[in-house]
């Protein structure tokens, strides 16, 4: 057990761009989750999955984000035509099953300049 | 919606003072409760948890109870260490929802 891995960990990119990030969860865990953290605030939900299924998209986010669980393993967070309000740490989260606690990977420190 | 308010912070207190960290909830059903920790440059990790109204959930010295009739789960220790100074988040998961959510935040530091 390795825990949540996040790639990459720091990611500068110029406005406009499209950017991607990859979560690989702790094997088994069915659900994951991803969420946004600016400083000084909690970690606040954009999406989560069971297995394949995204059950809940944040009412907050855009058109421009969008994510992905292909078979149910590891998950990707696209971000399309980034602004400087997308500069933000990005964590992802698995847990076994519903009510059980989630493990954080790291994050990615994303700086839209 | 579910969510979850803690106290404003920043809390400072000296070295062996008593903490509470306040923490309020509003659900449908009966969520899990958790409390995160996040040190100086380090990911969230998981303090302590409860699953049902009345638990305790108890781990290096932090404790908090499940009180379903104040909708609360404050954080204590009985004396703080310079080790501790770190953000502490409350969180919940919904039981209708599966949905994990925090709180904003509540930043602690402990001087020597």
């Known amino acids: 057990d390795t825990g949540v891995s996040q790639d990459p960990r720091h990611k500068i990119t110029k406005r406009g761009q499209n950017v991607t990030f990859r979560c690989d969860p702790i094997?088994?865990?069915?659900?994951l989750y991803w969420y946004r953290q600016t400083l000084g605030q909690g970690p606040e939900f954009l999406t989560y999955?069971?297995?394949?299924?995204?059950?809940?998209k944040s009412r907050l986010l855009s058109d421009r984000f969008s994510a992905e669980r292909p078979k149910g393993s590891f998950s990707t967070l696209e971000i399309q035509r980034t602004e400087q309000g997308d500069s933000a740490m990005y964590l992802c989260?698995?847990?076994?099953?519903?009510?059980?606690?989630?493990?954080f990977g790291q994050g990615t420190r994303l700086t839209v300049v | 919606g579910d969510s979850v308010t803690q106290m404003e912070g920043p809390v400072t207190l000296s070295e062996e003072a008593f903490l509470t960290i306040n923490c309020t909830y509003t659900?449908?059903?009966?969520?899990?409760l958790f409390w995160y920790v996040q040190y100086p440059g380090e990911g969230l990790q998981l303090l302590l948890k409860a699953t049902k109204a009345d638990d305790k959930g108890s781990n290096k010295g932090f404790e908090a109870t499940y009180r379903k009739e104040t909708t609360s789960f404050h954080l204590e220790k009985g004396s703080v260490q310079v080790s501790d100074s770190a953000v502490y988040f409350c969180?919940?998961?919904?039981?209708?929802?599966?949905?994990?959510?925090f709180g904003q935040g509540t930043t602690l530091q402990v001087k020597p």
């Open positions: 989260a698995s847990s076994e099953g519903t009510g059980l606690e989630a493990f």
């Open positions: 999955f069971q297995n394949e299924a995204q059950l809940e």
């Open positions: 969180a919940l998961i919904g039981s209708n929802t599966g949905k994990l959510i």
């Open positions: 094997s088994e865990h069915n659900r």
């Open positions: 659900a449908t059903g009966y969520p899990s």
